[in-house]
Nanobody
Framework: QLQLVASGGGLVQPGGSLRLSCAAS????????IGWFRQAPGKEREGVSC????????VYAESVKGRFTISRDNATNTVYLQMNSLKPEDTAVYSC???????????????????WGQGTQVTVSS
């Protein structure tokens, strides 16, 4: 079994930064990638970023490239999402999820992930 716990959300002003964490635990730590998704009210869930467990390769949505950085700490089974230069349109509930394939294909598709953690709210507002 796998548990994913997302944390680090909060209220930040435009231009500010936040770092989200996704801590994995349990007996089924054999996932191949962790992805971050977000969903704003009235909008579809959007794939934000993905990091592969084997080689650390990453994928980013165009909307966050150059502003967000995904990283991992294999020793603690934690994946981070550093979010800089935040904009009001980044406001959403952010969730992390695990999949059994690396990030090469369809990593932005929610249905390619088999396990989801709870979300953490990120609000960007002045």
């Amino acid at each position: 079994q796998l548990q994913l716990v997302a944390s680090g959300g909060g209220l930040v002003q435009p231009g500010g930064s936040l770092r989200l964490s996704c801590a994995a635990s349990g007996s089924a730590l054999d996932y191949s990638a962790i992805g971050w998704f977000r969903q704003a009210p009235g909008k579809e869930r959007e794939g934000v970023s993905c990091i592969s467990s084997n080689d650390g390769s990453t994928v980013y949505a165009e909307s966050v490239k150059g502003r967000f950085t995904i990283s991992r700490d294999n020793a603690t089974n934690t994946v981070y999402l550093q979010m800089n230069s935040l904009k009001p349109e980044d406001t959403a509930v952010y969730s992390c999820a695990a999949r059994s394939e690396d990030c090469t294909y369809y990593s932005d598709k929610y249905y390619s992930y088999y396990y989801w953690g709870q979300g953490t709210q990120v609000t960007v507002s002045s």
